[in-house]
C-alpha cells in the first residue's frame, strides 16, 4: 500500500511536470489521467474497504468502538480526541501530496479568484473554505432565505466536523421505525447511544449559517441567479460568469458579470454549470413531501422518531417517510422509474401513516429531483463540480446533505492547496485530486448502499426480509455506525457470517410465501 | 425586455423558468414562437427516455404562484414542481385536509419522463406483486384481513397446534393469505395493532420440507434424464461407457456444467435475469468512473 501511494505521488508529479512543459495540456490529460486513476479506483474495489493497511485511519476505527482504546466514553468522544489532535477527520492519513502548482504560473498582483455557484451546504462550505485559505470567493446564490425541499436529517458526524452549533438542530431523532408491506414494524435504534442521534435540521436555517460563516472567514456573497458561463479557450483567460443580480436597485434584477479563474459547480441536481460544462446526464429520483401539521397529541408519538413505510403501493424503488419537522412531520416518497405516478405514491403513503396523522392539515407540497450517481464528468478544466451537482447522493437512503459540505470542503481544499493559498492558477489536475481523494474515501460507502438497494428495494418479499433483518441488534448496531460516522465499519467476521445466513434465509423464506401467493387463486 | 432575454436561453429540464421576482408570464404570439425556437434546440441535446410527444407545438406558460409548491416560483428552473403540479390529482386520505390548493397546468411532462423514467409494466418495479400490475381478482381486491387466528400482531400458534404437533404448512398458508390480502389493499399501520410477526418462528425443517423438496425433487429428476441421454449418446457415438466418460477432464468438466445449468437455469427467462443481473452488478461502477474516462460524450444513462 505504502508502495502504491509512492507510485501514485511519483506519477502525479511527474504526470503534472510534464503537462506543464507541454503547455498544451489537454492531451495529455485524456491520457495519463485514465492511467494514473483506474489504479486507485480498483485498488479500493478490489480490497473493499480493508484496502488501506498503510493508512493510519483505519486505527481509528477501534477507537470507535473502544476496543483498543477503551479511554473514551463513546465514538463521539474518540472521534473530537481524534479530530483535535491530528487537525482534520482523517486521523494520521498521509495526503497524497501534489505538486502540481509548483510548476503552474504565480499571479502576480492579486489572489485566486474563485467563485462558488449555489450557496447550499455544498456551496457554503466550499466558499469557507477556499475563503479560510486566501483565496478571493464569490458565492453566488439566488435566494437567500430558501427553503429547499428536503428530509433534512444530518449525521452525527457532520455536527462534529462542520462544528454545527446545537440550536440548527431542530430535533434529535434517536428512534426509527421501518414497516413492511404487510405492516410489519420494527423499532430501530435500541443500539444508540444517549448522545447519538440524527439530526433533523430547517434547510433554510443550516444553509444560512454556513453561508454566513463563510462571509465571516472573508468570502463575499452575491444575491444572484447565475444564468451561464463562457468557457475560456486558454488558461489564461478566466471564466467569465453572467448573473442577474437582485441587490435591491430594481425588482426584476440587473445583469452582472464575474469574471473568475476557476468555478466550483454546487448549483444542486439541476446544475446550469454542469450543463455549461458538458458534465452529461444522470438518473434521477423525484422526492415528493408534503408537510402537515398534525394534532399536538399526535405529534407527541413523533418526537424523536421517524418512520421509513416501504412497499409497492409505496414506490417502486425507494421508500416512503415520516419525518418530525420543528413543529410538523414531512409525509413523502420518491421514485425513479415510475416518476408520473408519484402523487399516487403520495396518497399511499399518506394512507399508511394514516392513523398517525389523522386531523392533520397540509401546510406545504414540494418536490425536487435527487441525483441517483454521479454524472459522467465532474471537472472539466478549471470548473469542478459538489454536492447535488455532482451527483453525490447516496441510494438507498438518499442521503446527500453530509455528501455535499464534505465534497464542498474537499474540492476548496484542493484548490487551496494547488494553488498554494492563492497565488498560483490551479488546472484541472488539481481538481483531479479532489476527485480521486473522494472517490477512494466514500466509494466503499456508496457501493455498499447500491448493494443494499439493488437486494432490498427489489420487491416486496425483499423489502419484508428487509424489515425482518432490521429487528437485529447487530443490523442495527452496524448500520448506525456506518450511517453516523460515514464509516464502513469491518465488524467481527462471525457475526458477519451469522448475519449473512440471516439474511439469505430471511430472503428466502419470504420470496417462497411470494411463490405460493402467486399460486394462490383466490 | 429581460424577461425575453431569459425565455431564449435553454434552461435544464424547464420549459420555462419563470422570471425570479415572481411575476406571472401571459403567454404572447411574440414569445411562444421564441420559446418553441429555444426548446427545440435544446431537445436535440437530450439523448435520454424521449417523450416523444415533447415536441409538441404549443404549451401554455405560466408560472405558479408559489402558494402550494414551495420554490415553484424561483427561476433556478425547479421545474420537476411545476410538472409535478400538472400531474393528476389523487383522492384525499381521510381526515387530512388541504389548505394549500393544487395548481394545475397542462404542460409536457418532460423532467418526468427521463432520467431513469421506464415505461409500462417496468415502471412498477422490477418483481412488482401480482396486486401492483393489477392482477388480481375482484373477490381478492374487496376482502380485508380478518382471520380469528391472528393475535396481537402475529400468528396464535396455539391455534395451529393439535395434540401438541403445530401444522407449520397451515401457519404458512395463512401467512400468504394475510400478505396477499395486504399487497392489494394496504392497511395504515397502527400503533395499537402492532404486527411483530417474523417468518423465522416457523423451524427451517418446514421451510425445507414444503418448498426445497419438491424443487430439489424436480431438479434432481431432470438431471438424472439429462445425464442418462446424454451419457447414452455419448456411448452409442464413441462406444465409451458411463465410468469411463467421466475419467477425463472434459467428461468431469462436462458434468460439473450440466449441474450448474440445470440449477441456475430453470426457465428459458432465467438466462435473461443471470445477463441482467451481471450487467446490473456493475452498472454503478461504471457511473463512477465515467469521470475518469474523460468521455467527449456523456454516458447514454439506461435505468436498470
Known amino acids: ?522 | 425586455m429581460a424577461a425575453m432575454v431569459t425565455l431564449a436561453k435553454p434552461l435544464t429540464g424547464a420549459v420555462v423558468a419563470p422570471v425570479a421576482s415572481g411575476g406571472a408570464l401571459s403567454p404572447n404570439a411574440g414569445k411562444s414562437s421564441q420559446l418553441l425556437v429555444s426548446c427545440r434546440r435544446w431537445q436535440g441535446r437530450y439523448r435520454t427516455v424521449v417523450n416523444v410527444e415533447s415536441t409538441g407545438s404549443r404549451f401554455v406558460v405560466r408560472a405558479s404562484d408559489g402558494e402550494g409548491l414551495g420554490s415553484a416560483a424561483d427561476a433556478g428552473g425547479n421545474s420537476i414542481v411545476l410538472e409535478v403540479a400538472g400531474l393528476p390529482e389523487e383522492p384525499e386520505t381521510e381526515g387530512i385536509g388541504n389548505l394549500a390548493p393544487p395548481t394545475s397546468s397542462p404542460r409536457k411532462p418532460s423532467p418526468l419522463a427521463k432520467g431513469g423514467t421506464l415505461d409500462g409494466p417496468q415502471a412498477e418495479g422490477k418483481a412488482p406483486a401480482a396486486a401492483t400490475l393489477g392482477k388480481t381478482s375482484p373477490a381478492l381486491s374487496l376482502g380485508t384481513f380478518d382471520d380469528p387466528r391472528w393475535k396481537n400482531g402475529t400468528w396464535d400458534l396455539s391455534q395451529f397446534t393439535t395434540d401438541g404437533k403445530t401444522d407449520w404448512d397451515a401457519v404458512i398458508d395463512a401467512e400468504v393469505v394475510r400478505r396477499k390480502i395486504l399487497e392489494t389493499n394496504p392497511v395504515s399501520s397502527n400503533n395499537e395493532d402492532e404486527v411483530v410477526f417474523d417468518t423465522s418462528i416457523v423451524p427451517w425443517w418446514a421451510w425445507v420440507k414444503r418448498f426445497h423438496l419438491p424443487e430439489a425433487e424436480l431438479l434432481n429428476g431432470r438431471a438424472a434424464m439429462i445425464g442418462y441421454a446424454s451419457g447414452w449418446l455419448v456411448d452409442a457415438a464413441t462406444g465409451i461407457g458411463l465410468v469411463d466418460q467421466q475419467n477425463s477432464f472434459f467428461g468431469k468438466l462436462l458434468l460439473f456444467i450440466s449441474v450448474v445449468g440445470v440449477l441456475a437455469i430453470r426457465k428459458t427467462s432465467d438466462v435473461d435475469t443471470i445477463r441482467d443481473l451481471a450487467k446490473e452488478s456493475t452498472y454503478y461502477d461504471k457511473q463512477w468512473q465515467a469521470t475518469w474516462k474523460d468521455a467527449k460524450d456523456p454516458e447514454k444513462s439506461d435505468a436498470l
Open chain 1, 1 to 522: 500500500m505504502a508502495s502504491l501511494q509512492v507510485a501514485l505521488t511519483a506519477s502525479t508529479s511527474s504526470f503534472a511536470c510534464t503537462s506543464r512543459a507541454a503547455a498544451a495540456a489537454s492531451s495529455s490529460y485524456g491520457e495519463s489521467v485514465p492511467a494514473l486513476a483506474p489504479r486507485a479506483s480498483s485498488n479500493a474495489r478490489s480490497a473493499g474497504f480493508v484496502v488501506a493497511t498503510g493508512r493510519v485511519s483505519l486505527r481509528a476505527f477501534e477507537g470507535l468502538r473502544g476496543l483498543s482504546g477503551g479511554l473514551v466514553a463513546s465514538p463521539v468522544e474518540s472521534l473530537k480526541v481524534a479530530r483535535s489532535s491530528s487537525g482534520g477527520d482523517d486521523a494520521g492519513y498521509q495526503p497524497l501530496r501534489v505538486y502540481a502548482a509548483r510548476g503552474s504560473k504565480k499571479i502576480e498582483g492579486r489572489k485566486l479568484r474563485v467563485a462558488v455557484v449555489g450557496g447550499g451546504p455544498a456551496g457554503g462550505c466550499a466558499a469557507e473554505t477556499l475563503a479560510k485559505g486566501g483565496i478571493e470567493t464569490f458565492l453566488i446564490e439566488r435566494k437567500l432565505d430558501n427553503a429547499k425541499p428536503c428530509g433534512g436529517a444530518i449525521p452525527l458526524c457532520m455536527v462534529g466536523e462542520f462544528d454545527l452549533p446545537p440550536e440548527i438542530i431542530d430535533r434529535k431523532v434517536t428512534k426509527m421505525k421501518m414497516i413492511s408491506p404487510s405492516n410489519v414494524a420494527v423499532d430501530v435504534g435500541k443500539t444508540l447511544n444517549d448522545d447519538e442521534y440524527i439530526g433533523m435540521v430547517r434547510r433554510e436555517v443550516l444553509d444560512s449559517f454556513l453561508r454566513e460563516r463563510a462571509v465571516k472567514n472573508g468570502a463575499t456573497i452575491i444575491n444572484g441567479l447565475f444564468l451561464r458561463m463562457d468557457v475560456p479557450k486558454d488558461e489564461n483567460t478566466p471564466y467569465k460568469l453572467h448573473y442577474t443580480n437582485f441587490d435591491g436597485a430594481s425588482k426584476v434584477g440587473t445583469p452582472g458579470v464575474l469574471e473568475v479563474d476557476a468555478v466550483i459547480g454546487a448549483d444542486g441536481a439541476n446544475s446550469r454549470v454542469a450543463k455549461d460544462i458538458d458534465a452529461g446526464e444522470y438518473d434521477y429520483a423525484i422526492a415528493f413531501q408534503e408537510r402537515i401539521k398534525i394534532p399536538d397529541d399526535k405529534m407527541e408519538y413523533y418526537e424523536n422518531l421517524a418512520e421509513m413505510y416501504v412497499g409497492d403501493d409505496v414506490s417502486p424503488d425507494f421508500y416512503g417517510w415520516v419525518f418530525p419537522k420543528c413543529d410538523h412531520v414531512a409525509v413523502g416518497t420518491g421514485t425513479v422509474i415510475n416518476k408520473p405516478a408519484i402523487k399516487k405514491y403520495q396518497t399511499a403513503t399518506r394512507n399508511r401513516a394514516k392513523d398517525k396523522i389523522a386531523g392533520g392539515k397540509i401546510i406545504r407540497v414540494e418536490a425536487h429531483p435527487i441525483p441517483e450517481h454521479p454524472r459522467p464528468r465532474r471537472a472539466s478544466n478549471r470548473v469542478a463540480l459538489i454536492g447535488d451537482a455532482a451527483g453525490y447522493v447516496t441510494k438507498c437512503s438518499g442521503e446527500g446533505i453530509y455528501f455535499a459540505a464534505k465534497s464542498g470542503r474537499m474540492c476548496a481544499e484542493a484548490i487551496v492547496e494547488g494553488s498554494a493559498n492563492g497565488t498560483r492558477m490551479v488546472d484541472e489536475s488539481d481538481l483531479r485530486t479532489y476527485l480521486e481523494k473522494w472517490d477512494k474515501k466514500y466509494w466503499a460507502t456508496y457501493k455498499v448502499l447500491d448493494i443494499l438497494q439493488k437486494v432490498f428495494y427489489r420487491s416486496n418479499p425483499a423489502r419484508e426480509a428487509f424489515v425482518e433483518m432490521c429487528a437485529d441488534d447487530y443490523v442495527q448496531k452496524m448500520t448506525f455506525d456506518s450511517y453516523l460516522y460515514k464509516v464502513v465499519v469491518p465488524g467481527n467476521p462471525l457475526d458477519d457470517i451469522k448475519l449473512a445466513i440471516n439474511t439469505i434465509g430471511s430472503l428466502i423464506r419470504a420470496n417462497a410465501l411470494r411463490k405460493e401467493s402467486e399460486k394462490m387463486t383466490v
